[in-house]
């Protein structure tokens, strides 16, 4: 089995910067696509971030030039530095990867539990 772990999220001032972890542990052999997706309170999930095993990063247009997706393969950890937040980037942000882990022959889709994100002043 995989898990995902996330760290990272807390308040912040708007204009400040956070920058989520999230670790993937368990019996892996491949990690493929990984994603940062954020649900803020009475709306539905959005993709914010995704990142390619080779780098290639693809992001909502509301974040582009203030969030950044990297990835460690050493570490199995994806990252989201978060800068110039605004209030409405409030929401729960979870991580999302799609791994195969050393019991399957495929590929599944995994979830972490999320971690609030609040931008207030």
């Known amino acids: 089995q995989v898990q995902l772990v996330e760290s990272g999220g807390g308040l912040v001032q708007p204009g400040g910067s956070l920058r989520l972890s999230c670790a993937a542990s368990?019996?892996?052999?491949?990690?493929?696509?990984m994603r940062w997706y954020r649900q803020a309170a009475g709306k539905e999930r959005e993709l914010v971030a995704s990142i390619t095993s080779s780098g290639t990063t693809d992001y909502i247009e509301s974040v582009k030039g203030r969030f950044t997706i990297s990835r460690d393969n050493a570490k199995n950890t994806v990252y989201l530095q978060m800068n110039s937040l605004k209030p409405q980037d409030t929401a729960v942000y979870y991580c999302n990867a799609i791994v195969q882990s050393t019991s399957s022959s495929i590929p599944n889709n995994y979830w972490g539990q999320g971690t609030q994100v609040t931008v207030s002043p």
């Open positions: 368990g019996r892996i052999f491949s990690m493929y696509f």
